[in-house]
């Protein structure tokens, strides 16, 4: 019953910028974290940035300084500003979060998105 819908992912030169968009739908209670993983050809799924169950931020060394999260609890939705894209952030980025709803406590992930960075 829950689902997270994802949008923004594309194609981008270097240095250019992406702004992707989850939101969670459905009989949702409260959601206790809520971010973005992404994954490259032949590597693991990595964490990008999250918002914790306590609120705080965590990003991956890679990406701080030129990455930025934001949600809004009201619309169940979050953000991530993309700047300063560089080849290697391309991948499929997934947005994760864990969901008190209806059925209990769970792990939600999105559909996926492509961002491509290349020249």
């Known amino acids: 019953q829950v689902q997270l819908v994802e949008s923004g992912g594309g194609s981008v030169q270097p240095g250019g910028s992406l702004r992707l968009s989850c939101a969670a739908s459905g009989s949702i209670f409260s959601i206790d974290a809520m971010g973005w993983y992404r994954q490259a050809p032949g590597k693991q799924r990595e964490l990008v940035a999250i918002?914790?169950?306590?609120?705080?931020?965590n990003y991956a060394d890679s990406v701080k300084g030129r990455f930025s999260i934001s949600r809004d609890n009201a619309k169940n939705t979050v953000w991530l500003q993309m700047n300063s894209l560089k080849p290697e952030d391309t991948a499929v980025y997934y947005c994760y979060a864990h969901i008190f709803a209806i059925t209990g406590r769970a792990d939600y992930w999105g559909q996926g998105t492509q961002v491509t960075v290349s020249s």
């Open positions: 918002f914790t169950s306590t609120s705080r931020t």
